[in-house]
């Protein structure tokens, strides 16, 4: 493990490319593809491979359809529809919320193990993805 540490900081460079290559983050928003989220977009497309969803009921379809590892971000608006459909799923490694109401749903989120965190901007979840 001692090894693997050293390296990883010895080449930032290759574990990034490493990282866009073999990790996926799957995107759930109504207005994923709205203006306002291109900055986002760009972001998150920096760390990994990116799938973008507009339906909480494509982005099961695709939970289900994908042999892949993810990670799973969500707006709040249908969020908990999603988790609770996608979340026994060993394919999802984790979820964030993505919302303005970050109190209200904490409160639903928290139930659920694969939690990673619910926050109101794309920065901080881009700050903890690059720490997984």
């Known amino acids: 493990m001692q090894d693997l540490q050293i390296k990883l900081i ?5 574990l990034i490319k490493y990282l866009r290559k073999n990790s996926l983050i799957v995107w759930h928003d109504p207005s994923t ?4 989220n291109a900055d986002p977009i760009f972001m998150f497309q ?4 990116l799938k973008t ?4 009921t494509d ?3 695709f939970s289900k359809e994908t042999s892949t590892p993810f990670y799973l971000i969500t707006s709040g608006t249908n969020g908990e529809l999603l988790v609770k459909e996608v979340h026994d ?3 999802v490694l984790g979820f964030y ?6 109190d209200f749903h904490k409160q639903w989120a928290q ?8 926050c109101d901007g794309p920065e901080e979840n881009t700050v903890s993805f690059t720490r997984i």
Not at 10 to 14: G, N, S, T
Not at 46 to 49: L, R
Not at 53 to 56: A, E, L, R, Y
Not at 111 to 118: E, R, T
Request: aromatic letters at 10%; charged letters at 20%.
């Open 10 to 14: 010895e080449a930032p460079a290759e």
């Open 33 to 36: 593809n709205q203006p306002h």
């Open 46 to 49: 920096e760390i990994a491979q």
């Open 53 to 56: 969803f507009d339906s909480w």
């Open 59 to 61: 982005t099961v379809n």
């Open 89 to 91: 799923n060993p394919l």
């Open 97 to 102: 919320v993505y919302c303005g109401s970050v």
């Open 111 to 118: 139930k659920y193990s694969k939690l990673i965190k619910v």
